[in-house]
């Protein structure tokens, strides 16, 4: 398992993410493809293709690094009534595998949607299975692999909703991030059925009600996650991720993470 660190930390510019991640001495990286970091946003990948992956490439070789997963956003799986907005999501998926096949990259997560406030669950999982049907068959046509992580302040943030999307879609595979659950206060053995369907992992220091903070103070178990993978023969990667507005030195904190999780795989 490929140990890699999110460009999600450094939001300004792609090329002072890389510089950073370069500096904390990894080889591979999480891609952050979301619109409000200023890294990959998916729209220039439908106008402007051939551009943006020529610079991304220039950049991955000034640094010396490899992206060994993306994550990133489009228009929202439950928002089905405006057609558009699905031809939009449909480019868009377009354009990242496509950026993925000429990176090399095997692996993809994606945020699966704000909260729908005053809709039923099941129209919104419905609503939400359409959309991924499309982009798992984009996916495929392309021979990648990319699923929604299962994240807090969603519509697939507790158990039951994580279980309600997989038997939906029995091929789906996704992205575990424990903090997402160590947040909510859910037991780590609660979320094991997620491992043998993800295709890749993140970790960051977390605690009840905080999506990341400091290793001192993080109730996140590392040793649990580490050991639920290895016996469930997990083939995927792993990123370090953090986000920006972290309190305190975020660049020492992946730094210790990585030290903590090398020595511990």
Sequence with gaps: MNIGCSTAFYKDDLEGALAK????????????????????QPDD?????????????????????????????????????DKAVNARRREQAQGLVRLMGRLGVKAAGFYPGYYAEGRAWDDILND??????????????????????IHRFTPFETMAQARALLDAVPELTVVYDASHFVMQAIDL????????????????????????????????????MLERLKA????????????PDFPGDVENEIAELDTLLRAKN
């Design 232 to 243: 469930h023969r997990y083939a995927g990667n792993a990123s370090i991720e953090y986000l």
């Design 45 to 81: 990948l439908v106008s402007r293709f051939d551009k943006v992956a020529e610079q991304t490439e220039r950049l991955l070789d000034r640094h010396g690094l490899r992206v060994h997963a993306f994550n990133f956003a489009v228009p929202d799986l439950h928002k089905r009534a």
């Design 128 to 149: 939400t299975v359409a959309s991924l049907r499309e982009m798992l068959e984009i996916a495929g046509e392309a021979g990648v692999v990319i699923g929604p992580e």
């Design 189 to 224: 053995k609660e979320t094991e059925f997620l491992i043998p369907r993800s295709h890749h992992v993140h970790f960051r220091g977390s605690a009840p009600d905080r999506i990341q903070c400091p290793l001192a103070e993080s109730t996140a178990n590392f040793s649990w």
């Design 21 to 40: 991640i370069a500096a904390l001495k990894f080889q591979y990286i999480d891609l952050i493809c979301i619109p409000g970091w200023n890294h990959i």
